[in-house]
């Protein structure tokens, strides 16, 4: 919500495009993560109002995991929340709050102030504070939610990127190939064959649930670019992450135009 009538005229006039494009407030994607064919959990990502950072327009994206509470070994709950830019292509702020079996409540905070270069990160178990430190830093940062929305921007570019961007108060390099590459999909929640531009990556660092190295995706091959399926690493190994539900306003995964058959 606008705190003032000057934030809402800064925040308006970059979203006349972005409304109808990539960072579509309201818009709400589920997917399911599996392997091997297990439903391990699910992953909800939403884009909420646009807000300001300073005199920036900005928007926050927010994100919940959940783990699959019919697998007694696998229990994960978080929730993370990122502050973006306009352009998607980077991050002003970011928050997390993970509970993973019976370990303590871990809780991250990191805020990007660019115009003094700085960059300050906390952590607390419980509630109580384990690390706060602040880095000089030099480039714009990702998180590891912003990061998603950074792919959906540069998706089409047919480039290679490096990402700097912060896990665990540290920040490492995530590498991505965008290779403007279409690839037709097939999803449980689309009956037919979707449109989709493929990318591969490493991310050098290790995240939630052992999240780590080379991974894949597939994003609709339209203006939207929403996540279609995704392939990682984690702990228990290549998992498969599949888009099973939407809210996007106007949207519809493209259609896949099949080669005709031969006579």
């Known amino acids: 919500m606008f705190r003032s009538a000057a934030v809402a005229i800064l925040c308006a006039v970059p979203f006349v495009a972005l409304r109808a494009q990539l960072l579509q407030p309201g818009e709400e994607l ?27 327009p900005a928007i926050r994206v927010r994100a919940t995991m959940q ?6 070994f696998l229990s994960l709950r978080a929730v993370f ?6 352009s998607a292509a980077f991050s002003y702020r970011f928050r997390s709050q993970v509970q993973q079996g019976d370990e303590p409540q871990a809780t991250a905070s990191y805020e990007f102030d660019y115009a003094r270069r700085q960059a300050t990160m906390q952590e607390w178990r419980n509630g109580e504070l384990l690390l706060q430190r602040r880095v000089s830093i030099r480039s714009r940062l990702n998180d590891g939610l912003s990061l998603l929305f950074a792919a959906r921007r540069y998706v089409l570019s047919g480039k290679s990127y490096r990402f700097p961007t ?18 037709a999909v097939r999803i449980d ?18 995240g939630i649930y052992g999240l780590t190295g080379a991974f894949e995706g597939w994003f609709s091959d339209d203006d939207a670019r929403v996540p279609i399926r995704a392939k990682m690493r984690v702990y228990v190994g290549n998992v498969l992450i599949e888009l099973v539900r939407w809210k996007r306003n106007g949207w519809m995964p493209p259609a896949a135009e099949l080669p005709s058959a031969e006579p």
Do not use: C, M
């Open 81 to 86: 929340e990122s502050l973006l830019d306009t």
């Open 30 to 56: 589920e997917y399911k993560v599996s392997y091997l064919g297990i439903t391990l959990g699910f992953i909800r990502i939403i884009t909420e109002e646009p807000t300001s950072v300073g005199e920036a």
């Open 166 to 183: 912060v896990v665990n108060s540290d920040t490492f390099a995530t590498v991505i190939h965008f290779t403007q590459r279409r690839e």
């Open 189 to 206: 929640a689309v009956p037919y064959p979707v449109r989709t531009v493929y990318f591969r990556g490493n991310s050098n660092w290790t």
């Open 67 to 72: 783990s699959n509470p019919d697998i007694p």
